[in-house]
């Protein structure tokens, strides 16, 4: 069912100072911020080739990261996305083996314009997982 890793999600309390950090202090490759209103986040995304890493920074008053940000003042890790062939099979697999998917279990548009749910991460070793479409 998984299939390669997409990216890394980091949550952060400042996305221009943690863009400035990822592009000048390591050099790397960064897209534009992209505002993503309906999921509660602004959105930089750097280029690793093989993968991407997500800089995450809270979008209005009901940021889902929010609460992280809260506990985690300096940001840290938040999600890791996995994609899946099929991702209703997967959801549907998933829910039948106990897995819980947060929101109203449906899958949303992601970051990438394909559709991305997320499993609760007490379900997968203390870790929040996304699921994208591949
Ligand atoms: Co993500």
Redesign the pocket.
Known sequence: MLGRLN?V?IAVPDLAAASAVYRDTLGAKLSDPQALPDHGVTVVFVDLGNTKV?LLEPLGDASPIAAFLAKNPAGGMH?L?YEVDDILAASDRLKADGARVLGDGEPKT??HGKP?LFLHPKDFAGTLV?LEQA
Do not use: K, N
Request: proline share 0%.
């Open positions: 990216h999600a997500e999600h996305c992601g970051a991305v996304e």
